[in-house]
């Protein structure tokens, strides 16, 4: 009997190479989605290794997902220590999510009798427009949009709230702080109490010239736990779904999963006008990146919209294969799990900055000259890194 992975002739002779666990996680995704009718063909095969397949699912935070949306008749084929780990992963998911989602409302209580108000992007709302619901996609850390200009009463706000600056974790001077402004897109917190980290934009990464009161005008609101909270218009927040994931690299398969559920919207979305608005913030590949991958690996049909160019064809296939390699990647060092020699494993000349101090898990003494790339005396400071690598 074949294998659903192995019969897609997008994949060729590659997927047919991929390792076992990999397919399978791929083929759980695709029956998840409903764009394979069976996941039977490869749930007794004895050479898949329990172990592993549950470290990939929990690398790629799709448990919860999966739990959720396979069928039950399907799910019950899977070995019992895999059945165990979904369900683990969906009492988790649902737990974190309700932790941050009851973080949200109380943020926008604060800022809001601070005066500011602020966008959210991604976090519980996007799961409950996306995934019909706040346990179906991992929850990670909050992302809130902001004004520049506000930035400073945010800041205070949030600290006396009981959340601990994690990035910059020291005090800036005048200068730094306006440098810091110039150079980065955002400050972090973290609720220690809570475990809750928190994004703090005040320029959206990949599209920056989206201004907040642009986007604030357009923005929708929904209503959790009692709280009406702004969000993203749809528009921006699919761009940001791709910019997003193409910025990580897509090296986690949930996001591409955001993807998939997107474009199983068709219908409801203008995909027309979503490129159109991607060639003109620049991001077109992004999209056209993410929307193969979805394609390719999870077997989701493309609007034509989305289609690439016969002129960028090369380019785009180039930047998906490469998308696969680090997916197949047991280690991948954007999230880095330890430090070398006290710097980050990402730092280094051509190298993107390191996503943030919470993404290191060890304490070092020494210096992370990633952090902060390019403000000067800001570099020479300590570094001391908060926990968690919950990129959402």
């Known amino acids: 009997m074949t294998h659903p992975v192995e019969n897609d002739a997008r ?21 998840a989605l409903g764009t394979a009718d069976t996941l039977s063909a490869f749930a007794g095969d004895g050479a898949l290794r329990p172990g592993v397949l549950n470290a990939l699912l929990g690398r790629h935070r799709i448990g919860a997902f999966l739990r959720h949306r396979l069928p039950a008749a399907e799910r019950s084929r899977l070995p019992a220590p895999v059945q165990a780990h979904l369900d683990q992963a969906a009492q988790e998911t649902a737990r974190r999510a309700l932790v941050r989602s009851a973080e949200l409302v109380r943020l926008s209580r604060i800022l809001g009798t601070a005066g500011v108000p602020f966008l959210s992007v991604k976090g519980p ?40 600056r994690s990035m910059p974790d020291f005090e800036l001077t005048p200068r730094q702080w306006r440098e810091f402004l110039r150079l980065k897109h955002e400050f972090e917190y973290f609720n220690d109490t809570t475990g809750v980290r928190i994004e703090v934009e005040w320029r959206l990464a990949g599209l ?58 068709q219908p409801h979305v203008d995909w027309s006008r979503l490129m159109k608005a991607a060639r003109q913030h620049g991001v077109d590949t992004a999209v056209w990146q993410g929307a193969r991958l979805a394609e390719v690996l999870l077997g989701v049909p493309l609007p034509a919209a989305l289609r ?41 000349p051509g190298r993107p900055p390191c996503c943030a101090p919470g993404s290191c898990r060890r304490r070092t003494g020494r210096l992370c000259r990633c952090r902060i790339g390019g403000l000067g005396s800001i570099t020479r400071r300590r570094r001391s890194f908060g926990s968690g690598d919950d990129s959402a």
């Open 208 to 265: 920056s010239e989206l201004t907040f009161a642009d986007e604030q005008a357009r923005g929708e609101s929904t209503i959790l736990g009692g709280e009406k909270i702004l969000r993203l218009p749809q528009e921006t927040e699919f761009l940001y779904l791709f910019t997003h994931g193409a910025g990580h690299g897509w090296f986690r398969l949930f996001w591409l999963v955001d993807v998939a559920l997107l474009l199983q919207r």
């Open 125 to 164: 709302l996007l799961a409950q427009s996306l995934y019909g619901g706040l346990g179906g996609r991992h929850a990670g850390d909050l992302d809130l949009f902001i004004r520049p200009d506000q930035l400073a009463a945010v800041d205070q706000a949030l600290r006396g709230a009981g959340c601990r």
């Open 11 to 31: 994949l060729g002779r590659r997927g047919r190479a991929w390792p076992a666990e990999f397919r399978a996680v791929v083929g759980l995704l695709r029956c």
């Open 308 to 348: 690439v160019p016969a002129a960028r064809e090369t380019s785009v296939r180039w930047l998906a294969s490469k998308a696969v390699r680090a997916l197949l990647r047991r280690s991948w060092s954007c999230f880095a799990r330890r430090a070398t020699n006290g710097i980050c494993p990402r730092a280094g």
